[in-house]
């Protein structure tokens, strides 16, 4: 069974910083693509940023500039480093993997979420 956890959700102020890291353990032969996806109260789950294993990464437009994606292959980990902080992106965010089980399936799972608020 494969897991993610996620870490370093919290509270910033408009304009402040928080870095996101999400860690996936478990049966994985190798992990294809690894991204982030938030959701607001009463609004639908968005893509955030995605990185394939070894390809160009992709962000949502409203937050091309302030956030970056990033991951270390060898930990199984990928980050969202969220700079520029504005009240909008407050949500709860999560992590999402693609990986390859040893008997060769294509399969995905999710983290359970953590809060991100922005707020004076």
């Known amino acids: 069974q494969v897991q993610l956890v996620e870490s370093g959700g919290g509270l910033a102020q408009p304009g402040g910083s928080l870095r996101l890291s999400c860690s996936a353990s478990?049966?994985?032969?190798?992990?294809?693509?690894m991204g982030w996806y938030r959701q607001a109260p009463g609004k639908q789950r968005e893509l955030v940023a995605s990185?394939?294993?070894?390809?160009?990464?992709n962000y949502a437009d409203s937050v091309k500039g302030r956030f970056t994606i990033s991951r270390d292959n060898a930990k199984n980990t990928v980050y969202l480093q969220m700079n520029s902080l504005k009240p909008e992106d407050t949500a709860v965010y999560y992590c999402?993997?693609?990986?390859?089980?040893?008997?060769?399936?294509?399969?995905?799972?999710w983290g359970p979420g953590t809060q991100v608020t922005v707020s004076s």
């Open positions: 999402n993997a693609d990986y390859y089980s040893y008997s060769g399936y294509l399969r995905n799972v």
């Open positions: 990185m394939p294993r070894g390809g160009n990464t």
């Open positions: 478990g049966s994985i032969f190798t992990i294809n693509a």
